[in-house]
């Protein structure tokens, strides 16, 4: 059973506009009927609610479709296939949830940016340390004081 565009926009909430883009970028693909028009299968259903989450959840187009090619393009995906895609998205997520929890509990404090400028970063990062380990804001991509 096919769904038209329409419905796909309505299951999806999307715009029809939003689906079209979709399928340019090669993300979901469509038949067409006897009357010229989209039709999709409900696996596109399933991959446009998981590009519309993995976009919210800040994954650029061209990771989702990384994540997304590895899914057969003839079948509806299995469970098996989408658990390979969602464990791969998972540690992914958590990496972003470890440097986020850093960034919470250390934005007030020195970031080991090389900045020095606060009286605290000289406490914490005296003669400007971090710089030893790289540029950039070294303890809050990871580094250790």
């Known amino acids: 059973m096919g769904f038209l565009i329409g419905k796909v926009a309505e299951r999806t909430g999307i715009s029809v ?53 590895r899914l057969p393009d003839n079948r509806t995906p299995t469970k098996q296939d989408w658990a390979k895609i969602s ?11 470890e440097g986020l929890t850093r960034l919470r509990d250390k934005l007030d404090g020195c970031i080991g940016c090389g900045c020095l400028s606060l009286k605290v970063c000289g406490i914490y990062n005296e003669n400007d340390r971090a ?15």
């Open 17 to 69: 506009s939003a689906i079209r883009f979709y399928e340019e970028k090669g993300l979901v693909s469509s038949e067409r009927n006897r009357g010229g028009q989209r039709v999709f299968e409900a696996s596109d259903i399933r991959r446009i609610s998981f590009i519309i989450i993995a976009q919210k959840l800040g994954f650029s187009l061209a990771e989702i479709q990384a994540q997304l090619n």
């Open 131 to 145: 710089a030893l380990k790289g540029s950039g804001p070294r303890y809050l991509i990871g580094d250790k004081p």
């Open 87 to 97: 464990r791969n998205f998972k540690n992914e997520i958590n990496a972003r949830i």
